[in-house]
Nanobody
């Protein structure tokens, strides 16, 4: 399954962007969909995830209060609303998904996710 991500771009600090990720025809009904990001010279890091069972959402401390993940009722797509963007948010953002019911402590492990999108570039200028 190839996840399809879109919505990246170049914005100024303080602006907003919305990323989208879909898996047409594939619902992760009991699993997790989320976003990771990787800045140049850094390791890939967890950003946010939504667990479909219970629809709980989880965020990295660095984005809490600024980013919001949401999903459609069909559980085939998620969106990431990013507000008050900072230069340090600049990275390639990857959509990820798994059918597994991950426990909270595993949400941040990229190896726990089975499906990935190709990444979309977000650049925030100061």
């Amino acid at each position: 399954v190839q996840l399809q991500a879109s919505g990246g771009g170049l914005v100024q600090a303080g602006a907003s962007l919305r990323l989208s990720c879909s898996a047409p025809g594939r619902a992760f009904s009991n699993g997790v969909m989320g976003w990771f990001r990787q800045a140049p010279g850094k390791e890939r890091e967890f950003v946010t995830a939504i667990r479909w069972s219970g629809r709980s959402t989880h965020y990295a401390d660095s984005v809490k209060g600024r980013f919001t993940i949401s999903g459609d009722n069909a559980k085939e797509s998620v969106s990431l609303q990013m507000n008050s963007l900072k230069p340090e948010d600049s990275a390639i953002y990857y959509c990820a998904a798994t059918n597994s019911r991950l426990i909270i402590s595993r949400l941040r492990d990229d190896i726990a996710y089975d499906y990935w999108g190709r990444g979309t570039l977000v650049t925030v200028s100061s």
